[in-house]
């Protein structure tokens, strides 16, 4: 099992440009999220789902979007991406929130936008 | 709104020795989950122990263990036997167990620099 896989491992992207971070888990979970972090600063969550076709906003959702259409994969996308944006992303999943399930986490992606 | 604090920003250790890191958090919620998350330089964030608040009993993971203070609110890690491979950044993290719009979400502390010198 190769667990929570995250494509790519790192890109550089220019202001307005668009970019989709894939996020993969072979795992079986029902919950999968997205976290930034930020140099000096803990991570913050962005979007997460609880199911396939189910997604709703985190904290700070602003400039992203997702979409879940099957139970492994969980793409976020940025339309147009900002400097505020450069950041460290990380995909995370446990089988039920709320419960006591631990999340796992990816390995990351570093964005950088110029 | 829950929050988490970890007062120290760095902290070094020679290794084989033991250190402690403190992180405090502020909550009117009765039942939630505590994690301390490791991350490397590889920037995995790796789980290191986790407490239910409703267990009295302190959480031990081999050379790791916790305080749990929940009325002084209140979840130190400690590191026994500290080993260069425990150099990392260390992050203290808060879950509820509320169902809701915070589902699933963890709050984070700002992290400790734990360097562990040979």
């Known amino acids: 099992n190769a667990g929570v896989t995250q494509t790519p491992k790192f890109h550089i992207l220019k202001t307005g440009q668009s970019m989709t971070l894939q996020c993969a888990q072979d795992?079986?979970?029902?919950?999968l999220s997205w976290y930034r972090q930020d140099p000096g600063m803990g991570l913050r969550r962005i979007h997460y789902?609880?199911?396939?076709?189910?997604?709703d906003k985190g904290e700070v959702p602003d400039g992203y979007n997702v979409s879940r259409s099957n139970t492994e994969d969980f793409p976020l996308r940025l339309e147009s991406a900002a400097p505020s944006q450069t950041s460290v992303y990380f995909c995370a999943t446990s089988f039920v929130p709320g419960l006591q399930e631990t999340q796992y986490f990816g390995p990351g992606t570093r964005l950088l936008v110029l | 709104a829950q929050t988490v604090t970890q007062s120290q920003p760095e902290m070094s250790v020679q290794e084989a020795e033991t250190v402690t890191l403190s992180c405090t958090y502020d909550t009117s919620e009765s039942d939630y989950y505590l994690f301390w998350y490791k991350q490397p330089p590889s920037r995995q964030m790796i789980l290191v122990i986790r407490q239910e608040a409703y267990k009295q009993q302190n959480a031990t993971e081999n050379r790791f263990s916790v305080n749990f203070q929940k009325a002084a609110k209140s979840f130190s890690l400690k590191i026994s036997d500290s080993q260069l491979g425990d150099a990392a950044m260390y992050f203290c993290a808060y879950r509820s167990t509320n169902y809701g719009g915070s589902q699933g979400n963890l709050i984070f502390g700002k992290g400790t620099k734990l360097s562990v010198k040979p």
């Open positions: 789902s609880v199911a396939a076709g189910i997604t």
């Open positions: 795992m079986n979970h029902g919950y």
